[in-house]
């Protein structure tokens, strides 16, 4: 079969049925590894060196991939476990390690996370971490999180909801009902998007809400540029991550990056409620009312013109999202807010594949999906990757790709844009400095997929039809 033939069949139904039946393989999965996201979630707390117990080659990889979606730089370190480590355990390792970060390095605190070769040996990092303090070499009282993120289970979502259940398992006295810091503590659940953070701090300001966004890598991973480098720029206050079981309750903003924590809560009785990403115009609603609720903060009139103007542009730009076919790609949590909002706009959805989604993420989605008139043409795909995705966009063509940087190259070969949400992003700049949370952020959401169409459509004219006005 030559080249050519080849670049023909797999572009057929024959190919994509022979596609859909493999399950040894895995080609280009939507997803990253645990020991990302806890890096994540670690650079969200002040003054803490995020510490992979593992080879130096892991560290490197997490840096470089946050490197290039954020273009900052992104401070981490590892005990460079290598053969010798495999065989005889990291202790040593992991206690030098330590040693020399905290000499260097002068953290706050550590969070301590595992790659795979630390979790396939059996490390028990919580008794290498106690023999260092009984060596002195750490204070006995200098504070450390500890999560095992191994790198062959699970997705970047899970390594963040461990390393946040370690930073409250860890750090967090016990709750005490006689004294409550009557703080609304809100977590994000993993979002790349410095400015989504902003935002949803922005609008619980507008409200006067006492409040702490846990963890808070706005800063970190997006710091302005003064001349001066700082290694540990911003993060959740220490003290608030202490006092964080005596919080009057808990707001997550999504559900499939922090089922750990949210269990680990329960299990504290730590009140807590759970909503979904506030994209789109009715979850942002949703996502006020719910702080109205539990704080008894009113709305203030601003958030509402606010909400008047997204009403509006959704009209303005109606005519060009209407009855367009989406496929999308990406985590759970971030995929159920984009399709919110595509419904609203009456888009539709057609393709929607999660690498790391589970049964529950499909059956949720394929509920919502069930409640407007536009979702009755979509499919739900869970544990399948892009390669996939590609037979979908080639024998079912959609009018829009709606994904990560990584959605590039099946976009090109279906013939239609790529709208960039989702990590990483590492084709376009500073998009990860536009919210795509609340009513700014979906005033963003909708810009960005009606101008694309229209950039296609302009593109794609002949002379006689390309017009000044759209």
């Given at each position: ?5 080849t ?29 990302l ?5 670690a650079?969200?707390?002040?003054g803490?060196l995020p510490?992979v ?5 892991c560290?490197?990889y997490?840096r470089?991939?946050l ?6 730089p992104?401070s ?12 005889f355990g990291?202790q ?5 390690g ?5 000499t ?5 605190m550590?969070?301590?996370?595992t790659?795979?070769?630390a979790?396939v ?5 919580n008794?290498y971490?106690?023999?260092a303090r ?8 200098f504070p450390?999180?500890?999560a095992h ?6 997705s970047?979502?899970t390594?963040y ?6 930073f409250?398992?860890?750090?967090a006295?016990?709750?005490?009902e ?6 609304l ?7 790349p998007?410095?400015?989504n953070?902003r935002?949803i701090?922005?609008?619980?300001g ?16 997006d ?5 001066t480098?700082e290694m540990?720029p ?19 903003l999504?559900s ?25 115009i009715?979850?942002?609603?949703r996502?006020l ?11 203030p009139?601003?958030i509402?013109?606010e909400?008047?103007r997204v009403?509006?542009a959704a ?6 999202i209407h ?20 419904l ?5 959805p057609?393709?929607i594949?999660?690498?790391?989604g ?17 979702g009755k ?9 892009l390669?996939?995705?590609?037979s ?10 709606i ?9 090109r070969?279906?013939g239609?844009p ?5 990590f990483?992003?590492?084709d376009?700049?500073n ?12 005033l ?23 017009e000044?006005l759209?």
């Amino acid at each position: 079969m030559s080249a050519q033939s080849t670049a023909e069949w797999i572009n057929t139904k024959e190919y994509q049925d022979l596609n859909f039946a493999r399950k040894d393989l895995v080609i280009n999965p939507a997803k990253a590894c645990q020991p990302l996201g806890a890096l994540v979630c670690a650079l969200g707390v002040e003054g803490c060196l995020p510490f992979v117990h593992g080879s130096q080659g892991c560290a490197a990889y997490f840096r470089n991939n946050l490197s290039r979606h954020y273009r900052e730089p992104i401070s981490a370190v590892s005990d460079s476990m290598t053969e010798d480590s495999a065989v005889f355990g990291g202790q040593k390792n992991l206690i030098d390690g330590m040693e020399n970060a905290y000499t260097l390095y002068k953290p706050k605190m550590m969070a301590i996370f595992t790659s795979c070769m630390a979790e396939v040996i059996g490390d028990d990092i919580n008794a290498y971490v106690d023999k260092a303090r009984l060596d002195g070499v750490i204070p006995e009282d200098f504070p450390i999180a500890l999560a095992h993120t191994p790198s062959f289970k699970g997705s970047h979502i899970t390594g963040y909801d461990n390393m946040l259940k370690g930073f409250l398992q860890e750090l967090a006295k016990p709750r005490n009902e006689q004294e409550l810091n009557d703080r609304l503590y809100v977590v994000s659940g993993f979002d790349p998007s410095p400015a989504n953070l902003r935002e949803i701090k922005r609008l619980l300001g507008k409200m006067g809400v006492e409040y702490t966004l846990l963890p808070d890598y706005s800063d970190v991973v997006d710091s302005p540029n003064t001349g001066t480098f700082e290694m540990y720029p911003g993060g959740t206050p220490m003290n608030e991550v202490v006092d964080a079981l005596n919080a009057e309750s808990f707001l997550f903003l999504q559900s499939y990056s922090t089922s750990v924590t949210r269990k680990y809560l329960k299990k504290e009785n730590v009140p807590l409620e759970m909503i979904s990403m506030p994209m789109g115009i009715s979850n942002t609603d949703r996502f006020l009312m719910k702080v109205s609720e539990m704080t008894g903060k009113a709305i203030p009139a601003e958030i509402d013109e606010e909400r008047g103007r997204v009403v509006d542009a959704a009209t303005d730009a109606h005519p060009y999202i209407h009855g367009k076919r989406f496929a999308l790609f990406g985590d759970p949590d971030v995929l159920l807010g984009t399709v919110n909002f595509l419904l609203e706009m009456g888009g539709v959805p057609v393709h929607i594949v999660s690498t790391n989604g589970t049964p529950a993420f499909q059956t949720e989605m394929e509920e919502l999906l069930d409640s407007s008139p536009y979702g009755k043409s979509a499919t739900v795909y869970v544990g399948k990757d892009l390669w996939h995705l590609r037979s979908l966009l080639i024998n079912d063509p959609v009018d829009m790709l709606i994904g990560d940087s990584h959605g590039k190259y099946a976009a090109r070969d279906a013939g239609i844009p790529l709208v960039r949400i989702g990590f990483p992003i590492t084709d376009r700049v500073n998009l990860h400095r536009y919210p795509t949370v609340g009513y700014e952020g979906t005033l963003n959401l909708i810009t960005m997929i009606a101008n694309a169409f229209l950039d296609e459509k302009d593109r794609n004219s002949d002379n006689a039809h390309f017009e000044l006005l759209r």
